[in-house]
């Protein structure tokens, strides 16, 4: 048998009632890929988390390299070799990419020698693994792909030989996972261990040597990843049968709803975020807007949900110019009212107060609503009843109207915003990243609701950088590059292949 | 008999006219062995809850220091005819209310010829607490006595701000100080509390001349104050306490001005060497003339308005 | 911060506070012994001056009706995510609007010019708060410089007007004249008596009543209506607010006005409800204390009512023991409220290790 | 001519204390923890450094004691804002009101002069040094200015220099600057965040502990009470106007201390065309200034990210 680089032995840990981890054992096999799965709220984070000195297990022993250690803070794991890429990136926004790799690891009192120091090494590694980062970058400036990167440099540069990513592909594109993995496979090959958790099975088929399986905070599987099919996989997380494959009956568009022509996007420093953007949007269809992230896709919801002005062109809603609608109110709340639902992409930020209990969230944007006010003040009881519907719909776990909805995991909080946003009745629904890091289960349940949707007759607009997504769930695909539209298709006609090429700018 | 006092915001040691009457009171219980009461108040409110309670607990005679208590003990006085109270620096009315009242403008008359005689650059300077209209009659008594003794001396005038702070801010006091050293001013007198330290240091640091007030302020820095003037709350709490005992005690406005003793200039051996004859001649027969009425003093306050600049 | 799980709700919303109050006590009771008091003494002395007897009780909740108004206005604009150092000069201001109606129209019969009169306070006191509001709102300018320097320039403004151009004629004091008692709000002294019930002679006045009413309807306005909702949206999560389509601007402008027309009720208490004329610095810290009472309180009305109370306590029974102790000086109490801020405000989890360690125990046993 | 210096001069002694207080607040808030605090913290260094100085008869044993004062309270601060996890802003209104507080009263005990410290003699004082050729260039308005001031002016002069160093250039500057924008990072990269947020404590109240002896030692020779007079707070507002930069925050500060000096010149000066301007109205102008430059010129103020608020470790 192969060494093991990590060897846990009956890990526990609690968070007060919640049993996170229940007497974890496993191994990672030294030189491989270990992919680990399951559910939002399984345990995943928590676990790596105990390896990388942040928390402090309850009990239960850590080996690394077969020797039994203690790791009390990420300093500790640090010197171990490990290294860790967050789930939420773990960036000072206002450094430099050189002033990240450093912090913490910064090698003299002084900046600049070892900054400059620390450039030649950057250098060395940007050629050896093939990544292209400025280090002069500002890094709250970067897209996330290179963020990402950044911080897998950050563990580089620090000498880890164990790197754990958690769900690293959750915000990344196509085409940035790929060449995630290719990075990871020329770790491997440097005998480097990579930990992987992921939400997506596809990625573990493709890359891992074994994968761990978590359920409620136990292991329920441990395999070599040769040995099973996604399938199984999925089975043994949810612990029951998963449908992956939508079934989809042809769309009947009916009258049009939404039809945007010329519409340009000019930000304050003179640069073209949208240009020219045109098409149509039916009731009963879905429309697809695939791209790389940052080419206008957000802008574009932006503006249609209301929360940007456009600098020209039109947008017609059910009839009406929305460009040059006057409104007292903020135009999100104007759109909102005419019938424009909208799921924002940065859910945690955008969608949702975290200090707010469930019941607060399910009412935001619609606060105003006479249906949930008497007289000056609100209506609690119709509050409480409508989030309780919400709740049961949509089966958000845990079934509390009274929990601050922070401390919800993602696909929950997810549920929470798409049955508020469901729940108004919108004649269009702008959707964007439906199931960015949430689980292959809520996947499915989001998936069925947005078709359903579709079939009772709204137009659905979807933003989304999972291809797999898009394709599945779209009528029609609209590409954007660069701000405008690269190309539209049928969705029985798009392959990965031909939207990647459009994707480029590939007419 | 037990007379008490109460001290208003600025507090029993403001090295001001509440320290002056705590000195009083002191002197009174020495002299005599006769305890007082005193009490120090946090807000407005606290006014005549203060006077109140006193008057409640049996005290005979309470004395409220500063003009600020005028409406309460006015108030409370008419509450408790049977006790007598006394205000200092304004008039209240009542049968049991004696005000003591000081003529702050002819003790600054006095200081403010001093300060002309003995500046060389014929500019003198003049910094105020908190610009209300007693530390304007201060600064309109200097500017009048400076005038006296060289109709073309300058005098130039500062406040120190408009926060009760403005009486317990020494640094902003030195730099004021150092302000008017720098446009030339080589003596300078301070109404300004505690602000006054910073004042006097600075015109020690200076090497120039710093004139106190209140009380005799001359130790302070020997031989770079010039002068005190002086304003005797301490003799007129003394006095209140002790016809209070004595029984000669009278309702009324009692004036305290050079003529009674209320005000005057310092000379004392931490001086002597600063006071030349002639300043010390022509001060004394200014003092003369006030009190004859040759010379009379403007107040402030009278017309809202001083008649020189 | 998230609720230790073994510790019971009581423990943690009553038994931490208590015991924060009593360490504050004994370590100023430390202090007390050290300069020769005995500390109960002076602890009962406190106590029985604040509670202890009718007039005691008069004062504290006078002074506590005043926190209550200055505490409620730091809290509005909390929920907002904006922190309002500016109550004592809204305050003062208001104080201005009070007093020009009053010193106008105190002939006019009381139903008139009070309500005038809180008008004004509010107009006043919440214009003040606008400027500083705006220009956060539309330029940026940060809320806690801004509002710090409309304190100060209140006071210039508040000086110069009552030397120059308020003062009493005939009088040195920097203060009105007495306003007619018309535009007196009434002493509750005053309005229990045709009752049969005789209370003792202090500045308690109706003001109270409109405090209390205040706090039920920040209650209400802050958790049960959509202005409070979106209030709270603004301040948690900005970004959210806009997606929401609520205009953050005009939330954030709307939300300093009615801080500082809060802070402005304060003024009728004092003015209307006690000296009855404009003194300058009449506003004495109240504005400052408000924001010690709303951060204790934890912006939330019961714990404004609460810290309020305790800051009424404070003064009063504060007083009574300098009265009977002249070794404790105005400024030992100053130190003891700081104390008292410093581990009920601030250090709420002195004891929570210990004490969630000795719940786990204790249902361990069990 | 005198008169430019004469208001430079001003300048520069008016903003020394200033200047030090706003470095203190640098520290402390760019490590995310807000500071109210300045104000007592200086206070307890001036009334510190005036006992000591006094007994000691030494200026540099008072100074010493001024930054050991600071320095304590400032870990006060700490425990509380840092080790506790308490609400940063109440700690900071709660120190004040102690310090301020405790100071006369302890006065009052130890000397028996009314809460006052007994005046300093020359010798326990800073005095004004003369530099060489202070001559040479008495013709300049500007560069006289530098000259003839004690030697904790050149102190801070020098320490804005060290301070700039410090936070751009130097191993903790990084750290500091990443503990207050993002303590979460910080820590993932193995840096002890509560060790950096004392750090900058220990270090915001040693310039606390000067500011606060400058203002006994330099400027007015003994400890009243109160003696600082609001200028922790308008250190803490020249920081938020500097946008926690520590020139932009000395920028500020040398606004206030200038428009301050120009104002007490400017007290019963008759104006052309206005005439004579109440005196309180020219008082207010270094506040209206103030409010006038933060709206017109110097746009969004962003914070340091992670400023007020508590580390806890969970996401
Ligand atoms: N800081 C914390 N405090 C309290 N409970 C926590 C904390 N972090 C995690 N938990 C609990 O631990 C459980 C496991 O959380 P964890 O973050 O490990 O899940 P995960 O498997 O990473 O989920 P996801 O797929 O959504 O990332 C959660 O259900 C949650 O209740
Ligand atoms: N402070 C906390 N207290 C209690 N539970 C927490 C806390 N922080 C996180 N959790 C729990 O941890 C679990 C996972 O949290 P996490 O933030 O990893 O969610 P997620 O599903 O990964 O969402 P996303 O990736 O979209 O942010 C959730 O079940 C959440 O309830
Ligand atoms: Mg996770
Ligand atoms: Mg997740």
């Known amino acids: 048998m192969a060494e093991l680089a990590i060897e846990l032995i009956g890990v526990n840990k609690h968070f007060g009632e919640v049993h996170a981890n229940k007497n974890i054992t496993f191994g990672v096999r030294k030189g491989t890929v270990h992919g680990i799965i399951g559910e939002n709220g399984a345990g995943k984070s928590t676990l790596m988390s105990i390896i990388y000195g942040y928390y402090q297990a309850d009990s239960g022993t850590i080996k690394i390299n077969g020797k039994a250690e203690r790791i009390r803070s990420s300093h500790a794991a640090i010197g171990l070799g490990i290294g860790m890429v967050h789930q939420h990136f773990m960036l000072v926004d206002p450094f430099t990419v050189l002033e990240n790799i450093v912090l913490g690891a910064e090698g003299g009192m002084t900046l600049d020698g070892s900054l400059a120091a620390a450039r030649t090494h950057l250098q060395k590694l940007n050629q050896d693994y093939g990544l292209q980062v400025d280090p002069d970058a500002i890094v709250g400036e970067l897209g996330v792909g290179t963020q990402q990167r950044v911080e897998i440099l950050k563990t580089l540069y620090r000498g880890a030989d164990v790197l754990i990513l958690d769900e690293p592909t959750a915000v990344l594109t196509p085409q940035e996972a790929d060449d995630l993995f290719r990075i990871l496979r020329l770790l491997r090959e440097q005998g480097k261990t990579v930990i992987l958790i992921t939400h997506k099975l596809r990625e573990v088929m493709d890359i891992t040597d074994d994968v761990t399986v978590m359920r409620a905070g136990e292991i329920v599987g441990q395999v070599r990843t040769a040995d099973v099919t996604k399938e199984d996989l999925a089975d043994l997380m949810v612990g029951r049968k998963v449908n992956m494959h939508l079934d989809k009956a042809a769309a009947v568009p009916g009258e049009k709803v939404l039809g945007v022509s010329g519409l340009n996007l000019v930000d304050g420093r003179g640069v073209a975020l949208l240009k020219d953007i045109s098409f149509d949007l039916h009731a009963g269809e879905i429309v697809g807007i ?218 | 008999f037990t007379p008490a006092v109460v001290y208003d915001q600025a507090g029993k040691f403001d090295k001001s006219f509440n320290e002056a009457a705590y000195t009083g009171a002191e002197r009174f219980k020495k002299a005599t062995g006769i305890a007082y009461r005193e009490a120090q108040i946090a807000n407005e409110a606290q006014k005549e809850q203060v006077l109140r309670n006193l008057a409640r607990k049996n005290v005979d005679l309470v004395i409220a220091v500063g003009f600020s208590f005028t409406q309460a003990v006015q108030t409370v006085a008419a509450e408790f005819p049977k006790v007598k109270f006394a205000i200092v620096d304004d008039v209240a009315k009542g049968d049991n209310v004696q005000s003591v009242i000081f003529k702050e403008q002819e003790g600054s008359y006095l200081v403010g010829m001093a300060a002309t005689l003995a500046s060389k650059s014929k500019k003198v300077g003049f910094i105020g607490g908190m610009d209300v209209p007693l530390i304007r009659a201060f600064g309109c008594g200097y500017a009048q006595g400076a005038k006296a003794a060289d109709a073309k001396v300058e005098v130039v005038s500062n406040m120190t701000g408009t926060t009760p702070q403005a009486f317990n801010d020494p640094a902003r006091g030195g730099e004021l100080a150092r302000s008017q050293f720098d446009r030339g001013v080589d003596v300078v007198f301070h109404a300004a509390g505690g602000t006054g330290m910073g004042v006097l240091q600075a015109a020690k640091d200076k090497n120039k001349l710093g004139i106190g007030v209140d009380s005799n302020q001359n130790h302070l820095f020997p031989g770079f104050v010039l002068t005190s003037m002086l304003k005797r709350v301490d003799n007129a709490v003394y006095q209140l306490m002790l016809d209070g005992q004595k029984g000669t005690w009278k309702a009324g406005v009692v004036t305290m001005g050079l003529k009674e003793g209320g005000v005057d200039w310092a000379l004392d051996a931490n001086n002597r060497k600063l006071i030349s004859k002639d300043i010390e001649t022509k001060v004394n027969q200014a003092k003369k003339d006030i009190i004859s009425g040759k010379v009379k003093v403007v107040d402030y306050r009278a017309g809202n308005s001083c008649p020189v600049k | 911060m998230s609720q230790p799980a073994n510790m019971p709700r009581w423990a943690s919303l009553w038994l931490m506070p208590l015991l924060n109050l009593f360490a504050a006590l004994f370590v100023s009771g430390l202090v007390i012994a050290l300069i020769g008091e005995d500390p109960v003494e002076c602890l009962k002395l406190m106590i029985n001056g604040a509670f202890g007897y009718p007039e005691g009780i008069g004062y504290t909740l006078f002074y506590t009706t005043s926190f209550i108004f200055t505490g409620l206005a730091v809290a509005a604009a909390f929920h907002a995510g904006l922190f309002n150092i500016g109550g004592e000069g809204q305050m003062y201001l208001a104080g201005l609007g009070v007093t020009l109606v009053c010193l106008q129209f105190d002939y006019l019969p009381a139903y008139v010019v009070i309500p005038l009169a809180m008008l004004a306070a509010i107009v006043f006191g919440g214009a003040w708060a606008l400027v500083p509001g705006y220009l956060q709102a539309k330029r940026g300018s940060h809320i806690v410089v801004t509002t710090i320097m409309f304190n100060f320039i209140a006071s210039s403004l508040m000086t110069w007007l009552l030397v120059d151009k308020l003062r009493m004629e005939g009088s040195q004091t920097p203060a009105t004249r007495e306003f007619a008692q018309n535009a007196w709000v009434p002493m509750l002294h005053e309005l229990f008596a045709p009752l049969g019930f005789e209370l003792p002679n202090t500045p308690l006045n109706a003001s109270f009543f409109l405090a209390l009413v205040a706090l039920v309807l920040f209650y209400l306005v802050v958790w049960h209506s959509p202005k409070g909702f979106v209030t709270r949206t603004v301040g948690l999560n900005e970004k959210a607010a806009r997606y929401a389509g609520i205009p953050v601007d005009k939330v954030v402008i709307a939300v300093m006005c009615v801080s500082g027309a809060l802070a402005g009720l304060a003024a009728i208490n004092e003015l209307l409800g006690s000296t009855h004329r404009m003194n300058m610095g009449f506003t004495n810290g109240i504005g400052f204390v408000g924001i010690a009472v709303a951060l204790m309180g934890r912006n939330h009305p019961v714990g404004i009512l609460l810290s309020a109370l305790l800051f009424g306590a404070l003064t009063q029974g504060g007083l009574d023991l300098s009265f009977e102790k002249p070794a404790i000086t105005r400024e030992m109490i100053i130190f003891t409220q700081g104390l008292i801020i410093l581990f009920c405000g601030a250090l709420e989890n002195l004891f929570q290790t210990p004490l969630s360690a000795a719940f786990k125990r204790m249902l361990k046993n069990q | 001519m005198d008169m430019i210096f004469s208001v430079l001069d001003a300048t520069l002694r008016v903003s020394t204390p200033l200047v030090l207080a706003a470095l203190a607040g640098l520290f402390s808030e760019r490590s995310g923890v807000v500071d109210l605090a300045l104000e007592g913290k200086m206070l307890a260094a001036a009334f510190a450094a005036a006992c000591v100085a006094y007994i000691a008869q030494s200026p540099w044993v008072g100074l010493g004691a001024g930054i050991a004062a600071g320095m304590a309270v400032a870990m006060l601060h700490g425990v509380v804002s840092i080790t ?232």
């Not at chain 1, 006479?370 to 000056?376: K, W």
């Not at chain 4, 310090?99 to 028996?112: I, R």
């Not at chain 4, 924008?181 to 404590?201: C, F, L, T, W």
């Not at chain 4, 019963?268 to 309180?280: F, N, Q």
Request: charged content about 20%; overall charge positive.
């Open chain 1, 290 to 507: 695939a791209g790389v992230s940052g080419n206008g896709q957000s802008e574009l919801l932006e503006v249609l949900s209301g929360m940007r002005d456009a600098t020209s062109g039109s947008v017609q809603f059910k009839g009406q110019e929305l460009v040059t609608l006057k409104t007292r109110e903020p135009k999100a709340a104007a759109y909102r009212k005419l019938g424009i639902a909208h799921i924002p992409e940065d859910r945690s930020r955008e969608g949702m107060v975290k200090d707010f209990m469930t019941f607060e969230n399910a009412i935001l944007g619609y606060h105003d609503d006479p249906s949930v006010r008497r007289g000056f003040l609100f209506n609690r009881k119709a509050i409480i009843e409508r989030c309780r519907r919400f709740i049961d719909e949509f089966d958000v776990r845990p079934a509390l109207t009274h929990r601050r909805i922070g401390l919800f995991s993602g696909g929950n909080q997810q549920k929470v915003i798409l049955a508020r946003e469901i729940h108004a009745n919108p004649d269009l629904l702008l959707i964007g990243q439906p199931t960015r890091g949430v689980d292959i289960g809520a996947i499915e349940f989001i998936h069925k609701r947005l078709m359903q949707l579709r079939d009772e007759g709204k137009a659905l607009l979807l933003v989304s950088v999972e291809l797999d997504e898009i394709m599945a769930l779209s009528d029609r695909i609209i590409v954007m590059n660069g701000g405008a539209i690269s190309g539209e298709l049928p969705a029985a006609e798009a392959t990965a292949t031909s939207l990647g090429l459009l994707m480029g700018g590939h007419k």
């Open chain 4, 84 to 315: 506790y996890n308490g609400n940063q802003l109440i700690s900071g209104v709660a120190i004040n009101m102690m310090v301020s507080g405790v100071t006369p009263v302890l006065a009052l005990a130890w000397f028996q002069q009314g809460g006052r410290t007994p005046t300093l003699s020359d010798d326990a004082r800073f005095t004004a040094i003369e530099l060489p050729f202070a001559d040479a260039i008495a013709h300049s308005a500007v560069l006289k200015t530098f000259f003839g001031h004690n030697i904790l002016v050149y102190l801070a002069l020098l320490l804005i220099f060290v301070v700039s160093w410090v936070v751009y250039k130097s191993r903790f500057g990084l750290r500091l600057r990443a503990v207050g924008e993002n303590p979460h990072a910080a820590d993932a990269a193995g840096i002890s965040v509560k060790g950096v947020r004392y750090m900058a404590q220990a270090i915001g109240g040693a310039l606390c502990g000067v500011a606060g002896a400058y203002l006994v030692l330099a400027q007015t020779g003994a400890f009243i009470q109160d003696m600082t007079a609001g200028k922790g707070y308008l250190a803490l507002a020249a920081l938020i106007f500097g946008k926690w930069r520590p020139w932009s925050a000395v920028l500020g500060c040398l606004i206030f201390a200038f428009t301050d000096a120009i104002q007490i010149r400017l007290q019963g000066v008759e104006l052309p065309l206005i005439g004579s301007i109440p005196d309180a109205f020219i008082q207010a102008l270094p506040y209206v200034l103030t409010v006038v430059l933060l709206a017109g010129f110097m746009g969004r103020a962003v914070a340091p990210k992670a400023i007020g608020v508590p580390f806890v470790k969970s996401r």
